[in-house]
């Protein structure tokens, strides 16, 4: 309790600049209030405002249905493997990424991907045009993307993993008794055994929408330029870190957090129309 008091709760005292001019050599406590003046960069439909807007959306999206669903369909494989070895060999080697930091991550592909990079090094000494991936901006989305899965798959593999060993095998036995095939156990016993926790995953990743990735995309941003991959958390740091404009960054910062806590309430309470429990019951 006392930590989470400390470092989540007392913190978002700072949101109060988010109504100030905000100078940092004068504290909260001396800069002059702006009222809402801030939040007009959100609603005046300020161009660099609204391409974050739009790129975040876009991966948001793309994460929804291709990342989300993607530790799913890997349990699912690992699940169908008969030989225990196997399968936790290749558990093993798929959610080591994840503890990897994101300098890492992006450093290996780079020198994978990158100019001189591995694969590129092996098509120019075979007589290849090399490919232009990394710093390409039409490949930024898809390189964030493979990225991302890369890194993280394996990890979230493990929570799904755990539910499906759950599952009564009995279920399993009669559904073949009574003629069911692979692909239909999956549909109405293994899918229907998980539904609980990928909606409980599924309610904690709208929370989390609007971060796309920050360290993620920071340290690849100036290779394709603000444009292609400004979201809104890059954009606060450009704007209030660097820029000083402390008030309009923490401003959208604001608004983010409070629509990200929409969609959780709002998806937590859909939850419960369908039967289900959700993050919290109420």
């Known amino acids: 309790m006392l930590v989470l008091l400390a470092f989540q709760y007392y913190p978002l005292w700072g949101n109060i ?79 080591l990424p994840h503890f990897m930091s994101w300098v890492i991550v992006v450093a290996v592909f780079q020198q994978v991907l990158g100019g001189t990079g591995m694969i590129n090094n092996w098509l120019r000494g075979h007589g ?16 964030l993307t493979s990225q991302v899965l890369w890194k993280d798959t394996g990890w979230a593999t493990i929570l799904f993993l755990a539910v499906l060993s759950q599952i009564d095998r009995s279920l399993y036995e009669a559904s073949a008794v009574d003629g069911a ?50 979201v809104l958390d890059t954009y606060v740091y450009n704007n209030g870190v660097l820029g000083g404009d402390w008030g309009v960054a923490a401003a959208v910062g604001l608004v983010k957090s409070a629509v990200a806590l929409a969609l959780v309430l709002s998806a937590n309470k859909l939850a419960h129309r369908f039967g289900e429990e959700g993050v919290y019951r109420g």
């Open 128 to 143: 290849y045009d090399p490919m232009h991936i990394i710093g390409n901006v039409e490949a930024f989305r898809a390189l």
């Open 181 to 230: 095939g692979r692909w239909r156990q999956t549909w109405h016993v293994t899918l229907p055994g998980m539904k609980p926790i990928i909606i409980l995953l599924l309610i904690l990743k709208l929370g989390d929408s609007l971060t796309v990735g920050f360290e993620q995309i920071i340290l690849q941003q100036q290779a394709v330029g603000v444009d292609a991959s400004e």
């Open 17 to 95: 600049i988010a109504f100030q001019d905000y100078q940092p050599y004068l504290g909260i406590g001396k800069s002059l209030w702006s009222g809402f003046e801030n939040f007009s960069v959100i609603f005046s439909g300020d161009p660099e405002f609204l391409n974050a807007v739009q790129n975040t959306l876009i991966l948001t999206l793309i994460q929804a249905v291709i990342v989300f669903p993607a530790p799913i369909v890997v349990a699912l494989v690992l699940h169908s493997l008969l030989s225990n070895k196997l399968r936790q060999f290749v558990q093993t080697i798929i959610y």
